[in-house]
Structure formats: structure tokens, C-alpha cells
């Protein structure tokens, strides 16, 4: 059974860091695209950020280009997100999915996680 | 960016109804459609890929149409358990965007 196990979510100031963690199971991570997807209750489900599944191609939404780096362990079957200069637009609850890879140029999100929450405020 | 929008964003219904969902994308995006269903508190679900393609385990019920710029998902005969956010993305080209999502009620 695929699993996908977020963790990491917090309270966190503006302009702080945090950094996710998503643990997988249940298939080979190290063969798939992986990704990053946010929700907030006002702006719906929103793509964040993309890593290919031996971290050759990395894509990233413009609202947090330069702002967030995504990574992965394949050794340890684990995908992060590493946030910085974090704002209160960031507020969301953060979901890993897993790619299912069924076209180039194209992301499927076949697998999610029950997703982090990351609050941003002062 | 390719929008995706939704109507209606919200549909009241009883057990037993057909219910039909309309997505409309910006741009043409082909056949590169999918919609998921999502309860409170709770990750999204793939329901429909490439448009019309049901994925393994969802109920025949649920049914996926049209290319191009306009899409529909239809429930044949909507069952308690499907009262839920249904939410349509397209994966033609970055950013991979969704519709802002339906909630279907219970009327």
C-alpha cells in the first residue's frame, strides 16, 4: 500500500524558515517524480514544486521561486521542502504527492499524503 | 498559466441524483484532465485521469467527458459516500493547475 507521511508543519514567524519532510512506503520511491502541493481555504490547491525522481529536473511555482528548495533522500525514501523568508501568503497545509509519470511536461498527482499544517504569523 | 475554472461551486443534492460537474480550461490541454474528490481533513483522491479514464477502484458511477477546453464529471446516482469537494487540474503544460473545487451537499 503507498503511503505518504508528511511532517514538519509549524507556527512560524515571517520571514522564518522551516523545513517538511514527507516519509514514503509502499512503492520505490527512487522511480518516481515527486511533489509538493499546498491548500488554503481561499486559494484551493495550489502546485508548488516538482523534483524528477533522481533529482535531475526541480521545478518550482513563481510565488515561491527563490524562496523554497525541494530535495530528496532515495536512500532513505524521504522528499523535503526546505522553506525560507516565509510570509503569511504561505499559510497552507502543505500535501506530498507522488507523480505518476504518465507524460514529459505533464505532473498526475496519483498518491497525497494527508498533508502539514504551516502557519505563518507574528 | 493554463486557469482552471469550475462551476458550479457549490451543488445541493439528495441521494439518488445525477450530478454533473463542469470544468473549463483557459486553453486547450487536450485530453490532459483529472479530477479528484476530497473529504474535510482528508487528502485529495484521483477519481478520473486523461479526461475519461477511471481509476482503478472508483465506483463506474463516477464518469469523466470532453477534450480540449471543456470538461465534465458526472455522478450517475450520487451515494451518501460521495458528498465531498470535487476539484479538476490539468497536467498539459507547468504550472499544473486545479479548479477552485465543488462542494456537493446534501440538499
Known amino acids: 500500500e503507498v503511503q505518504l507521511v508528511e511532517s514538519g508543519g509549524d507556527l512560524v514567524q515571517p520571514g522564518g524558515s522551516l523545513r517538511l519532510s514527507c516519509a514514503a512506503s509502499?512503492?520505490?520511491?527512487?522511480?518516481?517524480?515527486m511533489n509538493w502541493v499546498r491548500q488554503t481555504p481561499g486559494k484551493g490547491l495550489e502546485w508548488v514544486s516538482y523534483?524528477?525522481?533522481?533529482?535531475?529536473?526541480?521545478y518550482y511555482a513563481d510565488s515561491v521561486k527563490g524562496r523554497f528548495t525541494i530535495s530528496r533522500d532515495n536512500a532513505k525514501n524521504s522528499l523535503y521542502l526546505q522553506m525560507s523568508s516565509l510570509r503569511a501568503e504561505d499559510t497552507a497545509v502543505y500535501f506530498c504527492?507522488?507523480?505518476?509519470?504518465?507524460?514529459?511536461?505533464?505532473?498526475?498527482?496519483?498518491?497525497w499524503g494527508q498533508g502539514t499544517l504551516v502557519t505563518v504569523s507574528s | 498559466d493554463i486557469q482552471m475554472t469550475q462551476s458550479p461551486s457549490t451543488l445541493s443534492a439528495s441521494v439518488g441524483d445525477r450530478v454533473t460537474i463542469t470544468c473549463r480550461a483557459s486553453?486547450?490541454?487536450?485530453?490532459?484532465l483529472a479530477w479528484y474528490q476530497q473529504k474535510p481533513g482528508k487528502a485529495p483522491k484521483l477519481l478520473i485521469y486523461?479526461?475519461?479514464s477511471l481509476e482503478s477502484g472508483v465506483p463506474s458511477r463516477f464518469t469523466g467527458s470532453g477534450s480540449g477546453t471543456e470538461f465534465t464529471l458526472t455522478i450517475s446516482s450520487l451515494q451518501p459516500d460521495d458528498f465531498a469537494t470535487y476539484c479538476c487540474?490539468?497536467?498539459?503544460?507547468?504550472?499544473?493547475?486545479f479548479g477552485q473545487g465543488t462542494k456537493v451537499e446534501i440538499k
Open positions: 523534483i524528477s525522481s533522481r533529482s535531475s529536473t526541480i
Open positions: 486523461d479526461a475519461s
Open positions: 486553453q486547450s490541454i487536450s485530453t490532459w
Open positions: 509502499g512503492f520505490t520511491f527512487s522511480t518516481y517524480g
Open positions: 487540474q490539468q497536467y498539459n503544460s507547468y504550472s499544473w493547475t
Open positions: 504527492a507522488r507523480d505518476r509519470g504518465v507524460r514529459v511536461g505533464g505532473i498526475l498527482f496519483d498518491y
